[in-house]
């Protein structure tokens, strides 16, 4: 009987009408023919690394802005094009792209390295050897080339993070010691101050140039999504209004468009689960609604454990006086007997400090600092009931209950 039910679905499904005639041109890895409002990011660009062009070595470029501002799509279409002038030309250019977040290739300066000497067919394993040896084994493949070679790290911060300066320091100076390639470093990061937190001898190697990407604002965005829309759903299946609330959702945000195309999808989706006609605003604010949702249980479950002990301390403190701020004091008070209870090294009082100020910055809590004279400076907490309403904080907690 279920399994008659389930084919009947799909079989309806396949006969429903579809919304949707192109899904693809509304995901991340989506390339359209043309990058709106980037033009002068592009030329820029283009200047600094067209000598690849001509086998010379550009000059070391550091681009930096918010999520969603555009930087990864434009760096991929100027390399995509430089790939395909080489490919026709016969030129000595190899680009190599690397997203420094994916834990499989950049957790460690070892699994980082090996993949970049596997990008020049060294067959290396994923531990055993010492770093060093990967080192002089990337080196010679990359020498053995005799090419010019574009490196592109993506989230290069989440690196440094991870494996620190040194892995930068080594990467930026390996022209020393390569005698027929020579390699140029893309560095792109969405932390606007990360090139400060470099080391001196990093910092003046890797950012020799440096581009901003600005936020879009929202007529900006506007017409990124109707270049989208236009692409992805049938004609005339968006009602009037989405497309402008969308932009305007996606503005307040810091001008996120990656953000703004990703709810235009999810509410066609809904739209089309719901059989409709066409994507209307009910269906944009469901979308709202659940992204937003998504967005702070990932930015939950992907802090560190620490992170989890002090968010949990807030949630439990603040039971016991809901209609009430809490301090600093009281959150550090039960967050020592959590991390006693769960055999967790209890951080600091000030380091609390700065981890409350990162929930602020994320939004899940309001943080006031007031005085109290001579005793000093505190913090007066409130959560943020629009980003966690009950549904969401009784999911949290349990979600944090099974982490601690």
Same mark, same amino acid.
Do not use: W
């Given at each position: ?32 023919? #043309? &990058?709106?409002?980037?033009? /002068? $990011? ?5 200047? %600094? *690394?067209?000598?690849?062009? @001509?086998?010379? =070595? ?22 995509? #094009? &430089?790939?395909?002038?080489? /490919? $026709? ?5 190899? %680009? *190599?792209?690397?997203?420094? @977040?994916?834990? =499989? ?300």
């Amino acid at each position: 009987m279920q399994e008659k039910r389930l084919i009947k679905f799909f079989e309806n499904f396949i006969d429903k009408k579809n919304l949707f005639k192109n899904r693809n041109s509304l995901q991340t890895n989506f390339f359209p023919e #043309q &990058i709106l409002h980037r033009e /002068e $990011q592009i030329n820029q660009i283009a200047n %600094i *690394i067209a000598p690849l062009l @001509k086998n010379q =070595k550009p000059s070391n470029l550091f681009l930096y802005g918010k999520t969603g501002t555009g930087k990864t799509l434009t760096i991929k279409y100027i390399t995509k #094009q &430089i790939q395909e002038l080489s /490919e $026709q030309k016969k030129l000595p250019i190899k %680009i *190599i792209y690397m997203n420094c @977040k994916l834990k =499989k290739i950049a957790e460690t300066e070892y699994r980082l390295v090996a993949q970049l000497a596997r990008e020049f067919g060294k067959a290396i394993p994923t531990t055993g050897f010492p770093t060093e040896e990967i080192y002089n084994l990337f080196f010679e493949a990359v020498d053995k080339e005799q090419k010019q070679i574009l490196l592109v790290l993506d989230e290069i911060d989440q690196l440094v993070q991870k494996t620190g300066n040194e892995i930068l320091y080594n990467l930026t100076r390996m022209n020393s010691e390569l005698k027929n390639s020579q390699v140029s470093i893309i560095g792109i990061s969405n932390d606007l101050i990360f090139v400060d937190s470099l080391d001196p001898r990093v910092k003046s190697s890797l950012s020799e140039e440096e581009i901003v990407f600005p936020p879009y604002n929202a007529m900006q965005i506007q017409d990124i999504l109707k270049q989208r829309a236009k692409e992805a759903f049938i004609e005339d299946s968006i009602e009037q209004g989405v497309i402008e609330k969308c932009a305007a959702y996606a503005a307040r945000d810091h001008g996120d468009a990656r953000r703004a195309i990703e709810l235009l999808r999810v509410a066609g989706e809904i739209a089309e689960r719901e059989s409709s006609t066409n994507v209307n605003l009910k269906h944009l604010d469901i979308a709202e609604g659940k992204i937003e949702n998504d967005r702070i249980t990932e930015i939950l479950l992907t802090q560190p454990k620490q992170y989890h002990a002090v968010l949990y301390s807030i949630f439990k403190t603040s039971e016991k006086r809901p209609e009430s701020a809490i301090f600093t004091g009281e959150i550090y008070d039960f967050y020592q007997k959590i991390c006693e209870q769960n055999q967790l090294r209890p951080l600091t009082q000030r380091r609390i400090s700065d981890i409350l100020a990162e929930f602020d910055l994320l939004g899940l809590i309001h943080a006031k600092i007031i005085s109290k004279g001579r005793y000093g400076r505190t913090r007066e907490i409130n959560l943020n009931t629009s980003a966690l309403n009950e549904s969401m904080k009784q999911l949290v907690i349990n979600q944090l209950t099974n982490s601690l």
